[in-house]
């Protein structure tokens, strides 16, 4: 079966860093990604990574290990527009069709 | 540049009746997946279209049924609805000869059956 785990919901203070968990089990990958979502808002593309290690871009950066079936979102020097959820999602087919989890909802408090 | 444009934004229907949600590519996208997001949860894949085809299909019922126009452009429809259809349904495009992550998400259409 298809399975992607995430925490629920996390809490960090302004200008922390945070690091978000995503575990993996499916038939096939073809890549793993990252989306911030907003409340009532469509999810914005964060990351993408085929390959094992790190992948920095700005404040956010994403890890995978394929062996492992894991990756994480580290966010840093948090601010308050962070708060939002984060869903980590695995591409198991070359069309692109994506496998999400249920999403980590993250608030920023000052 | 226009994103993905979709329509309406909020839908208000009786339990069995039919409706039909719309989706605008992204200029230069010509694939577009249909996605049901229960609130609190991540996105569920619906199906796929490309080249006015289905593709490739999630596990839904057949009483979710959709179309892709010459345009690129596309239509989701759901039969006889029943309450827990009411989630947002999001239309995210691609292209397909661009690279793998090139997936852009519209603001979606929150149905409310009642």
């Known amino acids: 079966g298809q399975n992607i785990d995430q925490p629920t919901e996390m809490t960090a203070t302004e200008g922390a860093i945070v690091q978000i968990n995503c575990t993996y089990q499916?038939?096939?990958?073809?890549?793993l990604f990252w989306y911030q979502q907003h409340a009532g808002e469509a999810p914005t593309f964060l990351s993408y990574?085929?390959?094992?290690g790190l992948e920095e871009k700005g404040r956010f950066s994403s890890f995978l290990s394929r062996s492992k079936g894991y990756s994480y979102l580290l966010l840093k020097e948090l601010q308050m527009k962070d708060s939002a959820s984060y869903l980590c999602?695995?591409?198991?087919?070359?069309?692109?069709?994506?496998?999400f989890g249920a999403g980590t909802r993250l608030a920023v408090h000052p | 540049d226009a994103g993905v444009t979709q329509s309406p934004t909020h839908l208000i229907k009786t339990r069995g009746q039919q409706v039909t949600l719309r989706c605008s590519p992204k200029s230069g996208h010509d694939t577009v997946s249909w996605y049901q997001q229960a609130l609190g949860q991540g996105p569920q894949f619906i199906f796929q279209?490309?080249?006015?085809?289905?593709?490739q299909r999630g596990n839904f019922p057949d009483r979710f049924s959709g179309h892709q126009f010459p345009n690129y452009s596309s239509e989701l429809n759901v039969n006889a609805l029943l309450l827990g259809d009411s989630a947002l349904y999001l239309c995210?495009?691609?292209?397909?000869?661009?690279?793998?992550?090139?997936?852009?998400f519209g603001s979606g259409t929150r149905l409310t059956v009642v």
């Open positions: 995210a495009s691609s292209s397909s000869t661009g690279a793998n992550y090139g997936y852009t």
């Open positions: 990574n085929v390959l094992d």
């Open positions: 999602a695995v591409s198991t087919s070359g069309y692109n069709k994506l496998i």
């Open positions: 279209y490309y080249e006015e085809e289905e593709r």
């Open positions: 499916t038939s096939g990958f073809n890549g």
